[in-house]
């Protein structure tokens, strides 16, 4: 029975020493988690930033802030910027302020060919920036600036004609994962 008692306390303080010894290696120093952070976000960039050069891409937006400073939560499926190759479209829709609206959905599209797509060359654990210009294809355009974090987190400050002026605020994704609602494009 001694025999018994004495080897489970030596495999109890066995493994007791041993959750010790794991425990300790799977703590991490702060400079050790931010090195590790660094690099998870550094990838994550790497991807966002091959999308804004494949030039196949949406950015759904889900805030909506005008000059202002006012802030609107709006619906994803109509508040968008997209891009496809050489095609881009630029849609705000805020029904409740705007009624009808020029799109037919609350708001505005402006639809045509991309005249300027200038990407800012990838850093390492920067923001991703891109300057953009859509040419509507029944007149007027709107000029994009693009910033992307890590997370995926976009804004984007949209100007253009007529003193069009507010930043969307959503996330930057593949095209083909996202459903949208497009109205008209501007006359």
Not at 24 to 39: D, G, N, Q, V, W
Not at 110 to 123: A, I, M
Request: positive net charge; aromatic residues 8%.
């Amino acid at each position: 029975m001694k025999k018994y008692t004495l080897l489970i306390l030596v495999l109890f303080i066995g493994s007791f020493a041993f959750a010790q010894e794991n425990d300790s290696s799977k703590k991490l120093t702060r400079k050790e988690k931010k090195e590790i952070e660094k690099k998870e976000n550094n990838e994550k960039l790497k991807v966002l930033y091959s999308l804004l050069e494949n030039k196949i891409w949406i950015i759904e937006a889900n805030e909506v802030k005008a000059t202002n400073g006012n802030t609107v939560t709006v619906n994803q499926e109509m508040n968008f910027v997209t891009m496809n190759l050489e095609r881009g479209v630029v849609q705000l829709a805020l029904q409740e302020l705007m009624g009808i609206g020029a799109n037919n959905i609350g708001g505005v599209t402006v639809e045509g060919e991309v005249t300027k797509y200038d990407l800012k060359e990838f850093e390492d654990n920067k923001q991703i920036s891109c300057i953009m210009q859509v040419d509507n294809k029944n007149g007027g355009f709107a000029r994009l600036s693009i910033n992307v974090m890590a997370n995926g987190r976009t804004t984007v400050r949209v100007t253009g004609g007529y003193g069009v002026d507010f930043t969307f605020s959503g996330y930057l994704k593949p095209q083909g994962e996202t459903h949208i609602i497009k109205g008209s494009s501007a006359r």
